[in-house]
């Protein structure tokens, strides 16, 4: 089963907004990814935070992570039209062996 | 670096038969990992292999199995297909090491009829 949800399930922003999602889980943790995924393509790994870690940059993507409300947030700045895409969070559980869980995700329509 | 490399892309088969899928990691990446991609369950995780030995499972029946090569190339299999066994099915590629990110490959789309 999934292990937790996302918000919103669909996001529709301009050019150059900013877009949030919310992702929220259900056990402890060794550290929350982000995925993005292309027209039922494969995943592309974003960025990864651990459970020790509060806050993380990649370029246009900030990531907080609120282990004490199981929570976590990706912020893309500036939005582009290339950004189009399904956005997922997935938790690699503590003492589990290379076994992602997986959000229900995000879809973000970036309009020009 | 080569990427991942699922095989085939696409993949139309009929109720009852059997289907084997392949991944081949990144060189070096000693740990495979397989997902179930549907639109109503989601990304699930169905099994991992790491240095020929399956280390972890998915909920799911008996008929998804694989299996993991010298090579770290992987198989999985699925037998007795049903109609609800469509869906993209992902491999991930890893170290092994646990703690880092996956690299996905681009997927294999089975469709039953």
């Known amino acids: 089963s999934q292990q937790g949800e996302e918000d919103p399930q669909a996001l529709s922003i301009q050019e150059g907004e900013n877009a949030t999602m919310n992702c929220s889980y259900k056990?402890?943790?060794?550290?929350l990814q982000w995925y993005r995924q292309n027209s039922g393509r494969g995943l592309v790994h974003l960025i990864l935070?651990?459970?020790?870690?509060r806050e993380k940059h990649s370029g246009r993507l900030r990531v907080t992570l609120d282990t004490s409300k199981k929570s976590s947030s990706l912020l893309i700045t500036a939005s582009r039209a290339a950004d189009t895409a399904s956005y997922f969070c997935?938790?690699?559980?503590?003492?589990?062996?290379?076994?992602?869980?997986f959000g229900a995700g995000t879809r973000l329509a970036v309009h020009p | 670096k080569a990427g991942v490399t699922q095989t085939p892309r696409y993949l139309i088969k009929t109720r009852g038969q059997q289907v084997t899928l392949s991944c081949s990691p990144i060189?070096?990446?000693?740990?495979v990992s397989w997902y179930q991609q549907t639109p109503g369950q989601g990304l699930q995780f169905l099994f991992e292999?790491?240095?020929?030995?399956?280390?972890n499972k998915g909920n799911f029946p008996g008929r998804f199995s694989g299996r993991q090569f010298s090579n770290s190339r992987s198989e999985m299999n699925v037998s007795t297909l049903e109609l609800g066994d469509s869906a993209l099915y992902l491999c991930?590629?890893?170290?092994?090491?646990?703690?880092?990110?996956?690299?996905f490959g681009s997927g294999t789309r089975l469709t039953v009829v």
């Open positions: 997935a938790t690699d559980e503590s003492g589990g062996y290379n076994k992602l869980i």
């Open positions: 935070i651990r459970s020790n870690e």
């Open positions: 292999y790491f240095s020929e030995t399956q280390r």
């Open positions: 991930a590629s890893s170290p092994g090491t646990g703690g880092g990110g996956y690299t």
């Open positions: 060189s070096g990446h000693r740990s």
């Open positions: 056990t402890s943790i060794n550290n």
